[in-house]
């Protein structure tokens, strides 16, 4: 017996724990007090507890060691089974992790650096404290113009920032009762710095980001507050307003219904969501101190302005300062997406693509694999009509397949019609890629794409290049016009507009290196308030699909009957309907958030942490919200007033006058509108009641449990979703569960995961608990985020060069626009003399008669008849002076028509030549980008080749912009007004 084997459940310890134990004790000396706890709760001890129990509680090397020591018997150990003894024993052979270099351990990382100087910044911040609490509310509110005076004289903001950070605090506390962390106060000063504030959830960074959203809204040019969707924008706009307004600042809230709206404390809204916004012109939205919206609403404004005919018709000031909420999700996960402005094309899509879709509705499938094997050596082997390449989601026609589609046609050669071809592979991908319930859901009779990172329904997004048409007649459904993009920007190149850029998330330390070489933003990760409290166990991998689904109902059941709440992140519409189903089997009762269940999302996770709630939801319920233990009592007692549920006979009467009077306080404030106060306030005193009663229960029983059905592609995704347990210090735990059959493994597993299968054999129902799995999922995220990394910085540099093009044409357009009428004679006088030289130029190279040619090309051009004699005999000087003196003499009659039609109308003549001759420059960019891959195949870099033809292009474009618009100015002196 080993030294030390006295504990009551050392009597029931299985022959191989005994043998582990006695290893671990003869190397490493006695267990920790933590492991006698763990062990001595009950129950027989076998090998896989003891092993679980030494790898949470000592130290790793240690315990490898017992391993490698100790013999043990088959099946040897079930936790890591004989996969993870071996794993064990490879953790002694590899090197240590590196230690930190030598200028870290002297300095500190970049990290600890950048918290020291808030540090003092902080202090400086607190010592101001006492002077903000001793000023009135008028006095508080009357700095504002005060710091504006000081801005004026010279004063930067940055020696704004104790007095500034110390108003904002004082007045959160006098009117929302919340006084700002030292955390939050700290991440206040980063996101004023124009840095990332990586806060994790629960942690207050909605009140954090009222610091330097006051401070630079001091500078007048305005502040957008960005965030993910129009509930969250609402909602932070009618949290945080009352605290804005008593500070003397104006905010608006844009929502992507079209509708804008200012905070007003006085303004009582009839749909009580709305309550205290009052509807507004977007202009007046934008004009506000502070402004509230998703990216898509800036973005998408940002275009519309740049399509406007008037000034007037302009909603947005120039960009000053973004503030963005979830930054990684609106920089990161959004950026793989442009944001278009399109409207409908004259061509009707849908017989083509009814057709395409019947002709794929009778192919086969040949193959799905991750593309490692080439496509000739699969037909040869694998008969069928297309093979799917899963790791890149691509479907390609095999030979077979190609001759039967032009048989089916009737065709001798399907690329010879490349609209055809283009229905027939986005058909294809339609039915063996893009899945109903996972991609996309069908909502009142339209295809909604489902965003792949939230879980949220995109509504007004449409897949490109006829791909929505395709899954549009795969579901039976209207198949709509496609559009003609308008106007198109990248979500990288519009953030990049602002000259003060800051964001704030719980998960971006993994995408720092993208987030500082595409938007020059520095990540620090900010401390908690308090320290975190979640247990996060080791992840469950399972051989099989069916065996993890298993394992997931087996532990919410456990969890549910334990009275916990539980939260279960899924990663499809699909998946968290079938979870939900087999619970119904089972009579557990839950909710399901997902993209068809979006609308209810604030009332869900509201309650979400009530005892023994059981929720399901997508990875929506990730952003923006907070779980709180036991319920939140405010939405509770909204509930139950307008269910009319409410009855004060039962209330204190010295508890209903309290809250009663802080119910009116708020209410006056615009943090409340209801229409019976006094009816709120007793439902508020039940409610509050019971939710710290059970708050106290979940508390007791270990807090929320979050589970996980599967890893995603992306860390951050998870992380988000383990964040919503152990929120401000509560206790939490967490675990995740993984089938070799998941979509991440099937498509960028490794070798690894495939051995460590077979190593373990015909135990499809046990977990593989190895680390060198978990390694290897771990590195097939990672291996994903590196390709979407690399698809979104490959997009990015050819959308720099036609962002280069966007903001020429954008500032001449905006010239235009705000030209006098002197100045558009001026430019139009110069366009006329650009026209003329190039039209003579271009007709001296053509051959046959000069004069006849230059004829016929101002004909064209033009518009104007010229017979070719007027042109004999002169030299190409002359003939440029002959056609400027006719141009002028025509411009003339003209000038007089426009000063009848109206005195903008050339003005419009130009603004509407470039709109049109842009639209048509987008949609050549489009065809040459698609098609610029192929150059490198004669060893000529594509970017290289993109960049000299789209400067062609332009230079085409600007001289067609000039053609068009002396046009359409001598159009009325040609008769053609």
């Known amino acids: 017996m080993s030294r030390g084997i006295d504990g009551a459940w050392r009597s029931a310890l299985q022959p191989d724990a005994r043998r582990l134990l006695e290893a671990y004790e003869a190397k490493s000396g006695p267990l920790p007090a933590a492991a006698h706890q763990a062990l001595g709760a009950g129950g027989p001890v076998g090998v896989e507890r003891l092993q679980a129990v030494l790898t949470d509680t000592c130290p790793p090397d240690a315990v490898a060691k017992a391993l490698a020591s100790v013999r043990l018997g088959a099946p040897a150990l079930t936790h890591g089974g004989r996969a993870g003894f071996l794993d064990q024993v490879a953790e002694l052979k590899r090197p240590p992790e590196p230690s930190p270099s030598i200028f870290a351990r002297v300095f500190g990382t970049y990290n600890d650096r950048a918290l020291a100087r808030t540090a003092t910044i902080v202090k400086a911040i607190g010592a101001k404290e006492p002077q903000a609490a001793r000023a009135s509310d008028a006095e508080l509110k009357a700095r504002a113009d005060t710091f504006r005076a000081r801005i004026a004289d010279g004063t930067s903001l940055d020696d704004l920032v104790p007095e500034a950070f110390a108003t904002v605090r004082e007045v959160s506390r006098r009117v929302l009762g919340m006084r700002h962390y030292d955390s939050q106060v700290t991440a206040g000063v980063l996101l004023h710095q124009g840095k990332i504030a990586e806060l994790g959830t629960g942690e207050g960074k909605t009140l954090a980001a009222t610091l330097p959203v006051y401070l630079n809204a001091l500078s007048g040019q305005g502040v957008h507050v960005i965030t993910v969707n129009d509930y969250l924008a609402k909602r932070d706009a009618q949290w945080m307003g009352p605290v804005y307004h008593a500070l003397g600042l104006t905010v608006g809230v844009l929502q992507s219904d079209g509708s804008a709206y200012v905070f007003d404390p006085a303004y009582h809204a009839e749909d009580p969501r709305m309550a205290n916004l009052r509807p507004v012109p977007r202009k007046e939205a934008y004009a506000a101190a502070i402004t509230h919206g998703t990216n898509n609403e800036f973005g998408f404004d940002y275009l519309r302005d740049n399509i406007a005919g008037s000034l007037e018709e302009m909603v947005q000031r120039k960009p000053a300062f973004a503030l963005i909420d979830e930054v990684d999700n609106v920089l990161i996960d959004e950026a793989r997406t442009p944001m278009i402005i399109s409207g409908p094309s004259h061509l009707d899509p849908s017989e083509e693509c009814r057709l395409a879709d019947a002709i794929v509705s009778k192919l086969t499938c040949a193959d799905r694999n991750n593309g490692d094997v080439p496509l000739y050596e699969l037909e040869a082997d694998h008969p069928g009509d297309y093979v799917v390449n899963e790791k890149d989601r691509t479907v390609t026609l095999t030979d077979a397949g190609l001759a039967r589609v032009e048989g089916l046609l009737g065709y001798r050669n399907l690329y010879d019609e ?16 893009f899945e109903r319930d996972k991609d996309y859901i069908v909502d009142r009779g339209e295809v909604v794409i489902v965003d792949p990172h939230t879980g949220r329904p995109s509504t007004g997004r449409r897949w490109a290049d006829g791909l929505h048409q395709a899954v549009e007649a795969k579901e039976g459904v209207e198949v709509k016009r496609e559009n003609e993009t308008l106007a198109r920007v990248s979500v990288q190149n519009y953030f990049r507009r602002y000259p003060k850029l800051a964001g704030m998330t719980g998960t971006a330390r993994t995408e720092a290196s993208e987030l500082g070489e595409t938007y020059k933003l520095d990540v620090v990760s900010v401390p908690p308030n308090r320290p975190l409290a979640r247990l996060a166990a080791a992840d469950r991998v399972f051989a099989t699909k069916a065996a993890k689904d298993e394992a997931v109902v087996a532990d919410i059941l456990t969890r549910h009957a334990e009275g916990r709440p539980v939260l279960v992140g899924t990663t499809s519409v699909e998946e968290s309907e079938a979870l939900s189903a087999r619970l119904d089997a089972l009579g557990v009762p839950h909710e399901v958030l997902n993209a068809k269940e979006h609308e209810r999302e604030a009332e869900v996770v509201a309650q979400a942490g009530r005892s023994g709630a059981v929720t399901i939801a997508t990875n929506m319920a990730g952003r923006g919200t907070d779980i709180k233990l036991g319920g939140d009592a405010g939405a509770l007692a909204m509930a139950r007033v307008r269910a009319g549920l409410v009855d004060k006979a039962g209330v204190d009467p010295a508890a209903l006058a309290k809250t009663l009077a802080d119910v009116t306080k708020k209410a006056a404030a615009g943090l409340l509108d209801v229409a019976d106060p006094e009816a709120y306030a007793a439902a508020l005193v039940v409610a509050e009641a019971e939710t710290q009663a059970d708050k106290a229960q979940v508390l ?32 939490g735990s967490s675990a995740f569960y993984v089938s070799l059959e998941d979509d991440l493994m099937l498509r960028f597993g490794s070798q690894t995961m495939g051995f460590i299968a077979r190593l373990w054999g015909g135990r499809p129902t046990e977990s593989i608990d190895s680390p060198r799995l978990t390694k290897a999922i771990g590195r097939a ?8 990394a690399h698809s979104r910085k490959e997009l990015l540099k050819y959308d720099d060069v036609l962002n280069a093009q966007r903001d020429v044409t954008y500032r001449d357009r905006l010239e235009a626009l705000e030209s006098s009428d002197a100045d558009i004679r001026d430019a139009l006088t110069g366009m006329i003399h650009a026209v003329a030289k190039r039209v003579v130029a271009e007709s001296a190279k053509e051959k046959g008669d000069s004069a006849m040619n230059l004829s016929a090309a101002l004909s064209d051009t033009l518009g104007l008849q010229l017979a070719p004699q007027v042109f004999r005999g002169l030299t190409s000087d002359e003939q440029v002076a002959r056609v400027e003196q006719e141009l002028t003499t025509v411009r003339a009659r003209a000038d007089r028509v426009m000063a009848e039609l109206g005195p903008d109308l050339a003005r419009r003549s130009v603004v509407t030549a470039l709109d049109e001759e842009w639209r048509g420059h987008l949609e050549l960019m489009d065809t040459l980008k698609k098609g610029i891959h192929w150059r490198g195949y004669a060893q000529k870099d594509p970017l290289i080749e993109y960049k000299r033809d789209a400067f062609e292009l332009y230079t085409d474009l600007q001289e067609r912009v000039q053609a068009k618009a002396v046009a359409y100015v001598i159009g009325p002196g040609l008769g053609m007004a």
């Open 700 to 731: 007791a029983r270990g807090g929320l449990h979050v589970i996980g059905t599967t890893r995603h592609e992306s860390r951050r995704i998870d992380d988000q979703l383990l964040g919503r347990a152990g929120r401000q210090g509560d206790p």
């Open 418 to 433: 490349p609209g055809m071809a283009n229905r027939i592979h986005q058909a294809l991908a339609a039915h063996a890629i």
């Open 781 to 788: 995220q990672e291996r994903v985020e590196g390709l979407h």
